[in-house]
């Protein structure tokens, strides 16, 4: 009896964890973030859109437009199915078919939020996301129209 209490106590506590963790991600503010040296200080949605499809590969000084994406988690799939229209797996597919036919680059793969955030700092015409809450010091926000 004390054995199933204990299970029981042990899955309640899973789902509380798994609920809350479920509505962060919902209520994360993403914001998208560009090396200094990127001259447009905003984006329409399509213009965001047309970047991360690889329509859109020069900014308006003509620097090269370098994509940078989150591999997974929860601010990868809020950024792409808000902002692109597309799940992860989707996006990936796409891409795949755009290298196979060498249209394009794909975006740079980074497994964490600091390494978005670093790799856009050091990276001339990088463009990604993150959540608003983390901090990103040393790089432009883009505000989205």
């Not at 370098?66 to 601010?75: F, H, Q, T, Y």
């Amino acid at each position: 009896m004390k054995k199933e209490k204990i299970i029981t106590s042990i899955i309640v506590a899973i789902a509380v964890v798994a609920v809350f963790t479920a509505a962060n991600a919902a209520f994360a503010k993403i914001i998208v973030i560009a090396n200094e040296d990127v001259s447009v200080s905003y984006l329409s949605a399509s213009e965001l859109k047309n970047v991360y499809l690889g329509k859109k590969s020069f900014w308006d000084s003509d620097v090269k437009i370098v994509l940078a994406v989150l591999v997974n988690g929860s601010i990868h799939q809020s950024f792409l199915k808000e902002n692109v229209g597309k799940t992860p797996e989707q996006f990936k597919n796409y891409w795949n078919k755009i290298l196979y036919t060498g249209a394009g680059i794909p975006p740079t793969p980074l497994k964490t939020e600091a390494e978005m955030i670093e790799y856009i700092k050091k990276t001339r015409g990088a463009i990604g996301y993150v959540d608003s809450a983390t901090p990103h010091e040393g790089v432009k926000v883009i505000e989205i129209r």
